[in-house]
């Protein structure tokens, strides 16, 4: 089932879509044993669910700004780079303590770190730190592969990325088998009768103690606000005095608690794509709802005007319409794939949601649905696998793993039970009529975590910090634009810059007027002008 807290950068999810799209076109399915070929910011759960005013929010603490001394030894290391295989990059590992209450070396987490540096010409100005978001995406397969590097900024900056402890190469999460995992995603979200709620929540229990068993000793410690701490750790060991630093979608709220924590060494920050700390978890589910709903209406309007729009022609509630039928179809009847799975509702929803993220998948995914009306579940099962990060092997990512541990860490679970689901269920379905019951029941997921949470609601002030671009996109399905003017607004020096248009995130996604704000900013330091806003 999709995590409905999946927060990553849209040039992560739209290089998915593209291998998902080489897949459809070739005619191979997205891979099994038998067939080849080719998402929190921290919050309080109210009774209610509704999110509290931010001014009423506790605003983060800052940490203390002289560095303990049974940190220094940390703060103290030196990296020895070495080539890591990718040509221009080099390669290092940080040690950072398991719990930073209590630092031990016996228990001290290895943390992966790559560079690529500066190039010229001009002077250096520093390390530049990037994160693509999640929680749970690789920092390093997004610098070495994704991440927006206009020659200017590479020029002055070296160019870092650290994957977060829990994530990729950084003693990564473990939950389930593959196989279990394949179970896993096929899960029934949109439970029609006690059966199928009893069945949805003995999935979520199992992955809970998979998760428990395999990373029982990392589960208490991959919060936002220990990944933070690690920055600054990094930052130290690059010899930085100030951070500098662009992050995307959940990469924002790992970059705002960052200022919030240290806003005497925060430097230039990018927070693209932006995430409200002072929100609820329920609240940041139900407006994520609203925001994929934003997105699907954005689909549909282009759809219904081509004759070949596998949703119809008459406008955008009819095609809402036809996906939710279609989706019914599948929850009775599965269809075939070409390979041993079979395209499920759950499987089509994660799909579609997969293509949400950015227009530039909106053709595939008319030619994805209009396979499965005609009984083909191909192409809407390869996006969905590439949403879940499922390669050809059959063997997933760590992403899906890392996520939860994350975000159920961050915040109170939204839900504690089915009832509180069932009650909520008519808000879901006003959000978003098409994908209002998967969300709300994907929510559930965090009631039977393993570990209490440990965040809480709150605003991030960042008093004293250096000034603060937070970039928000009037039509982000995952990170909805509300969000990125909460951000801003709390943010004693925050900007918001503003993108009219669709997809998640804009840095370095064909916006002149978004790329040269943000390269001004990092290169000058000149934030872009109140109330600018970019198409």
């Keep these: 089932m999709p995590p409905s807290r999946l927060f990553r950068s849209t040039t992560t999810a739209a290089a998915a879509a593209t291998a998902a799209l080489a897949l459809l076109i070739s005619g191979c399915s997205s891979g099994t044993s038998s067939a080849p070929g080719g998402a929190g910011s921290s919050g309080h759960s109210t009774e209610a669910g509704a999110d509290l005013p931010a001014?009423?929010?506790?605003?983060?603490?800052?940490?203390?700004?002289?560095i303990p001394a049974e940190l220094r030894p940390y703060?103290?290391?030196?990296?020895?780079?070495?080539?890591?295989?990718?040509?221009?990059?080099?390669?290092?590992?940080m040690k950072a303590p398991l719990d930073y209450t209590k630092p031990d070396p016996a228990t001290d987490l290895k943390l992966a770190v790559a560079r690529k540096q500066a190039?010229?010409?001009?002077?250096?100005?520093?390390?530049?730190?990037?994160?693509?978001?999640?929680?749970?995406?690789?920092?390093?397969?997004?610098?070495?592969?994704?991440?927006?590097?206009?020659?200017?900024?590479?020029?002055?900056?070296?160019?870092?990325?650290?994957?977060?402890?829990?994530?990729?190469?950084?003693?990564?999460?473990?939950?389930?088998?593959?196989?279990?995992?394949?179970?896993?995603t096929q899960t029934d979200t949109t439970p029609d009768n006690p059966a199928e709620v009893d069945q949805l929540v003995t999935a979520d229990r199992d992955f809970a103690k998979g998760c428990e068993a395999?990373?029982?000793?990392?589960?208490?410690?991959?919060?936002?606000i220990e990944a933070a701490r690690d920055m600054d750790?990094?930052?130290?060991?690059?010899?930085?005095?100030?951070?500098?630093?662009?992050?995307?979608?959940?990469?924002t709220f790992l970059g705002a608690t960052y200022a919030g924590l240290f806003p005497s060494?925060?430097?230039?920050?990018?927070?693209?794509?932006?995430?409200?700390?002072?929100?609820?978890?329920?609240?940041?589910?139900?407006?994520?709802?609203?925001?994929?709903?934003t997105a699907f209406t954005a689909f549909a309007a282009d759809c219904v005007k081509k004759k070949d729009c596998p949703l119809g022609t008459k406008g955008t509630e009819d095609a809402g319409r036809q996906l939710s039928a279609l989706f019914k179809k599948l929850d009775a009847h599965p269809i075939d794939t070409g390979q041993e799975r079979k395209l499920t509702e759950s499987?089509?929803?994660?799909?579609?949601?997969?293509?949400?993220?950015?227009?530039?998948?909106?053709?595939?995914?008319?030619?994805?649905?209009?396979?499965?009306?005609a009984g083909n579940g191909r192409g809407l099962l390869a996006l969905s696998d590439s949403y879940y990060e499922r390669d050809a092997s059959g063997h997933y990512a760590n992403q899906m793993y890392a996520n939860p541990a994350v975000n159920c860490l961050d915040l109170p679970a939204p839900f504690t039970g089915p009832d509180q689901v069932r009650g909520a269920l008519p808000g879901f379905r006003k959000a978003s009529p098409v994908f209002g019951d998967n969300f709300a029941w994907a929510a559930l997921s965090c009631a039977y975590w393993p570990v209490k949470a440990t965040g809480t609601v709150h605003r991030i002030e960042a008093k004293g910090a250096d000034p603060i671009v937070v970039v928000g996109t009037t039509r982000d399905p995952a990170t909805p634009y509300t969000w990125a003017k909460g951000l801003a607004a709390q943010l004693s020096s925050g900007t918001l810059l503003t993108y009219v248009g669709d997809g998640h995130t804009a840095y370095g996604r064909g916006s002149d007027c978004i790329d040269t704000a943000i390269n001004t900013y990092l290169l000058e330091g000149t934030p872009p002008a109140k109330g600018k806003r970019c198409t």
């Design 233 to 251: 750790v990094l930052r130290a060991a690059l010899g930085d005095k100030r951070l500098t630093y662009v992050g995307a979608s959940y990469g």
């Design 265 to 293: 060494r925060s430097g230039r920050l990018v927070l693209d794509g932006a995430m409200d700390p002072s929100l609820d978890s329920r609240a940041i589910n139900l407006q994520q709802a609203a925001g994929f709903n």
């Design 119 to 184: 190039t010229g010409p001009g002077a250096r100005l520093g390390s530049l730190m990037v994160n693509p978001g999640g929680p749970g995406g690789s920092a390093i397969d997004y610098l070495q592969q994704y991440a927006p590097q206009p020659a200017a900024v590479r020029a002055r900056y070296d160019m870092v990325a650290m994957d977060p402890r829990g994530v990729a190469r950084s003693e990564p999460v473990e939950c389930l088998t593959d196989a279990q995992m394949d179970r896993y």
């Design 55 to 66: 001014s009423a929010a506790t605003p983060l603490a800052p940490l203390p700004a002289a």
């Design 75 to 93: 703060y103290d290391q030196e990296l020895s780079w070495h080539d890591c295989g990718v040509a221009g990059f080099q390669c290092a590992t």
């Design 347 to 373: 499987l089509a929803t994660t799909g579609v949601i997969a293509a949400m993220y950015d227009q530039g998948a909106w053709p595939l995914l008319r030619k994805a649905i209009a396979q499965a009306r």
């Design 214 to 224: 395999r990373s029982g000793k990392l589960l208490p410690h991959v919060s936002t």
